[in-house]
């Protein structure tokens, strides 16, 4: 790749072009910021985690399902990448009607993915190549086939099994009704009733989520007692660490309050996305949204604090990171106080629009508001439940979370542009300090699949709004490892099956596609995540670069400077750029300029 730079054009740091002419900087930044965040050695605080769904990773033994043997055979790739560490989305025993986020037993591996000594040797292993596992825990529900449940639905009301759950009785003269209006994350109500033995309608249970995956009741010290087993029982085993599912749902306000919420909520509660907060604001009531009863609601703080403690008593680093869809900023920092939780994923930056003001606020903000708890802020773009950034990242439609895109979304993207930004989008993520997530086949470049067969979706959401949302089976298709090769080598033994069909045309997404490719989505990713490591981006500080225009995001971490052009217009390199000074671009550039939708690290 080459690039002609013109050393006597534009003032340093200062210049913005269209491509033709030069005009004046139009920057409305203020003076160069710096912000720091929290210090320590831990490993967590700067890592690189890789997240692997493993139904959709690699498949051994044919059946379609990507399995744990199947992960394990192919971690080398993920050494090679050059991640720190592996989430793993659920692998333990499950009906699988929430693809395994409906757990029926938390200590044991489910036959599809394989077993618990499938489960050390892909822990050995990984372990062996440097690459820690975190473990997905599920605490709000459990499956309506785990023992307690099935325990709790035979007991009579007001047991002891009962009390594991959240049973009520139903309102009007014969428990016809609801005991109130509160709606499920997937659609439709967030109650199911249950039948006596004697074939009479009996009393209620709430499932935030699906109906096969009952709430439990975080206030009954007996559910506590059980997590803390669960908890030891994987760390016993080695893990590293564990992603908790809905970190912001297990306490409910006292007496359930009927709660409607508004209608740019989220489904998780998220996605209202604070622009206008200014960094380091500790606490603005006007930019607290309402919180709805079922969601971080305070009592879940102590039940963090209990676990931390529990991991402190294993040697060496072991993290906890938050699924909590909680906003703003300044108020999910509460989840990674010293004594609580290590890492929040980060979901006011994943739901930020491709505009350099507003990310220039989420980054203050988050930067901000973690260091002023002493924790690292992490940055995610996809993951299993969001529409992936090569395609989210160019709707033309507002796409609620959740809600998922189909042939018939508004607005749907344009993949020339998603890719674009989505490799310029990740290039400025991996160069912020703190933690960054990456979601299995981004680094191919994959999109949303778009036109998957309504007959083939699976998502409870898809069948819980009637087919209104799409839901998210368009980020979890298998993902591709060869062109021209059944599943595209997703089934190791040559098999054609994958859960989900996998599109016609993704022998290009194939990594072997793109291994060793100059420019590939795939060398950017392997380049950037060098760079970084080498560069120690993960634990640098982020000094704002003033004078590039209110469309570009411009910093130095470490001695990088990083410019990200999410203008209309290209953007002129400063002066003293070098071919031999560009560590990185997300795309190849024609003359001295950072096209729209592009950016560069520059040494
Ligand atoms: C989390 C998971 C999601 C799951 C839900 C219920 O949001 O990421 O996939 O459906 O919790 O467990």
């Known amino acids: 790749m080459t690039i002609e730079t013109s050393p006597e054009s534009g003032p340093p740091e200062a210049a913005v072009t269209d491509g033709t002419t030069t005009t004046s900087p139009t920057t409305t930044e203020a003076e160069p910021a710096t912000t720091l965040v929290g210090t320590g050695g831990e490993w967590w605080r700067s890592a690189v985690i890789y997240q692997i769904y493993p139904r959709s990773f690699s498949d051994s033994d044919g059946d379609g399902i990507g399995d744990l043997p199947g992960i394990t055979a192919r971690l080398t790739a993920l050494s090679e990448l050059g991640v720190d560490a592996v989430w793993l989305s659920p692998f333990m025993t499950s009906p699988q009607h929430d693809a395994g986020y409906d757990v029926a037993d938390y200590c044991d591996v489910d036959p599809l993915f394989g077993t618990l000594e499938d489960f050390d040797r892909l822990l050995a292993t990984a372990h062996g190549l440097g690459i820690r596992v975190i ?4 605490p ?35 428990g016809d009704e609801m005991p109130n209006n509160w709606e499920s994350v997937f659609g439709g109500p967030a109650w199911e009733r ?29 559910v506590r007692e059980r997590f803390r087993e669960i908890l030891r029982f994987w760390l016993d085993r080695g893990v590293d660490g564990f992603r908790v599912d809905v970190a912001h749902g ?46 971080a609601q305070d009592g879940v703080h102590e039940i963090y604090r209990d676990w931390h403690d529990l991991l402190a008593e294993y040697e060496g680093d072991r993290v906890l990171c ?27 930056y994943l739901s930020a629009g491709w505009s350099a003001p507003e990310l220039r606020v989420v980054i203050d903000t988050s930067i901000a508001a973690f260091s002023s708890v002493g924790a690292p802020s992490t940055w995610v773009l996809s993951n299993h439940d969001v529409v992936r950034h090569a395609s989210r990242l160019a709707l033309g439609a507002d796409n609620l979370q959740g809600a998922g895109i189909g042939p018939k979304s508004p607005g749907l993207p344009d993949p020339v542009v998603g890719l674009r930004r989505a490799r ?13 997530y990456v979601y299995q086949g ?61 599109p016609d045309d993704w022998d290009r997404f194939a990594r ?67 071919p031999d000074g560009i560590l990185l671009m997300s795309e190849a550039l024609t003359e001295a300029a950072l096209p729209p939708d592009t950016a560069i690290w520059l040494a």
């Open 512 to 578: 072997a596609s793109q291994e060793g490719v100059a420019g590939s989505t795939l060398e950017l990713y392997k380049l950037a995540l060098r760079l970084r490591a080498e560069r120690q981006l993960g634990t640098g500080v982020l000094e704002w670069l003033p004078g590039y225009g209110e469309n570009v995001i411009a910093f130095r971490n470490n001695g990088v400077t990083v410019i990200a052009n999410m203008g209309e217009t290209a953007v002129e390199l400063p002066v003293e750029t070098t």
């Open 194 to 222: 249950t039948t006596n033995p004697d074939g009479t309608p009996g009393q209620w249970y709430l499932h935030l989520f699906d109906k096969s995956q009952p709430d439990l009741d975080w206030e009954n010290p007996w």
């Open 322 to 348: 938050a699924e909590a869809w909680v906003e703003p900023l300044t108020k999910l920092a509460r989840w990674v106080r010293p004594d609580e939780m290590h890492q929040a994923f980060n979901f006011t």
């Open 442 to 502: 981004e680094e191919l470049g994959l999109p949303e699949d778009i036109y998957l067969p309504d007959e083939a979706r699976q998502d409870p959401t898809w069948f819980r709004t009637h087919h209104e949302k799409y839901g998210r089976d368009g980020c979890r298709v298998p993902i591709p490892w060869e062109p021209q090769v059944p599943s595209y080598g997703f089934g190791l033994e040559g098999t054609s099956a994958s859960w989900l069909p996998q």
């Open 135 to 138: 473990v997905d825990l599920v």
């Open 250 to 295: 297990l306490i409910k306000e006292a007496g359930l309050p009927d709660y409607t919420p508004p209608a740019d909520a989220g489904s998780m509660g998220g996605g209202v996305v604070p622009v206008g907060l200014e960094p380091g604001i500790d606490s603005d009531a006007e930019l607290d949204p309402p919180t709805p009863p079922y969601w």
């Open 424 to 436: 310029a989008a990740t290039s400025l993520m991996l160069a912020l300090p703190g933690s960054a």
């Open 140 to 174: 709000n529900h459990t499956s309506w086939d785990h023992a307690w449940f099935r325990e709790a639905l035979a007991a009579a009301p007001g047991s002891p099994e009962r009390a594991r759950y959240m049973f009520r009785d139903g309102k009007g003269p014969n």
